[in-house]
């Protein structure tokens, strides 16, 4: 199936994605009720490796302080859209939904490829857990051919993020008719796990496309693999490439300051950047780092802080009071 599909082990990254997620779940370090809806015969799935759930939960954690952060530092008075790239079985926007911050969210779209999206909207309607969220049946539908689920504040759509936005995304998000992202609401773009399979002219392409759009402040988050011209990295580049997955993302960032520098160049205010490794030493409660630690036994130290080092959580702001931001960090 490679030979005529490559993207087909781009789409399947997602599977390693959810499957991680299950099982920081199923061990106790995250909590999640919706992932197990999202994953065929999940509860057949085995765990992953302590590395695997303790480097979920790092990144788990940090993401949602900074989504919080986001909300926090838009203003109480403002509804927030959030729109997810390469969205895959992400289920923050059911955990949204059921916490405090449900009213502040004007618009949640999820894109991703036409196969990714078809499957996840298929899951979220024959799901009692997932469906409820998205409103009452009368006012979610299945469009695209199966590809499409739109719902008043939840849309998931199909799309090739690598194609030209103007002619991709503008048609989906912002018809001059009827726009499904306003631009003057503030909006988070969330990018976990994508942007390292684009070219960095695709992936600027793309986040130009909402700065020029917007004019409400713009946040954005990245969540990625970095550094790996290194001698471990290059263990890591070696290890996907066995699966047939290239990473033309990759190559212009070689540490946590190219990846602010991402933002910066595109005329994003502020910009900032953490390993997984310093956002376990110095940012997560005490209490809690304890408790994460007993819940495995962990040979592999070492491996495990450089593999920490190689993956980070970036983000931007492109705002007009700058100063509305600053508390906006992990
Ligand atoms: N963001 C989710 C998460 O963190 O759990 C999924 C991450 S998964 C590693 C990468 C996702 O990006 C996959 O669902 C894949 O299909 C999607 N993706 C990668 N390149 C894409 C593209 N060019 N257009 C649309 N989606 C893409």
């Given amino acids: 199936a490679t030979h005529d599909d490559p993207d087909a082990p781009v789409r399947a990254t997602d599977n390693d994605a959810a499957l991680a997620r299950l ?15 999202l994953v065929p015969r999940a509860h057949l799935q085995e765990p992953r490796p302590p590395l695997i759930n303790i480097g979920t939960y790092l990144r788990g954690q940090g993401i949602d302080e900074l989504v919080d952060g986001f909300l926090r530092s838009a203003g109480d008075a403002t509804q927030v859209q959030i ?6 079985s992400d289920t923050r926007f059911w955990r949204l939904a059921a916490g405090p911050h449900k009213d502040r969210i004007a618009k949640y ?15 979220i309607r024959k799901s009692r857990v997932l ?3 998205l409103g009452s049946p009368d006012v979610v539908s299945v469009a695209a051919g199966g590809t499409a689920l739109r719902s008043p504040v939840y849309n998931l759509l199909p799309v090739d993020l690598r194609h030209s936005p103007e002619s991709s995304l503008r048609p989906l998000l912002a018809s001059p008719e009827n726009p499904l992202l306003s631009p003057s609401l503030p909006t988070l773009l969330l990018f976990e796990c994508v942007l390292v ?7 600027d392409a793309l986040i130009q496309w909402f700065v020029d759009y917007l004019s409400a402040p713009l946040g ?28 033309p993302g990759a190559a212009p960032y070689p540490d946590l300051a190219s990846l602010s520098q991402r933002f910066l160049r595109l005329n994003f205010t502020d910009a900032n950047a953490l390993t997984l490794y310093s956002i376990r030493r110095s940012h997560i409660d005490p209490t809690e780092l304890d408790r994460i630690t007993k819940l ?16 980070a959580i970036s983000w931007g702001i492109k705002a007009p009071e700058a100063a509305d931001w600053r508390n906006w960090r992990i």
């Fill in 220 to 247: 954005s988050i990245v969540y990625e693999m970095f550094g790996l011209g290194d001698s471990f990295g290059r263990v890591m580049l070696n290890n996907l490439r066995s699966r047939n997955v290239e990473l």
């Fill in 109 to 123: 779209v999820e894109l991703d490829f036409p196969d990714n999206t078809t499957r996840k909207a298929m899951a």
């Fill in 296 to 311: 495995e036994m962990l040979d592999e130290i070492e491996e495990l802080d450089l593999v920490l080092g190689h993956y």
């Fill in 83 to 88: 729109v997810s790239l390469g969205a895959g």
């Fill in 197 to 203: 399979y684009m070219t960095p002219a695709a992936s």
């Fill in 23 to 37: 099982s920081a779940v199923s061990k106790r370090y995250l909590n999640d009720p919706y992932i197990a809806a």
């Fill in 131 to 133: 469906s409820p969220a």
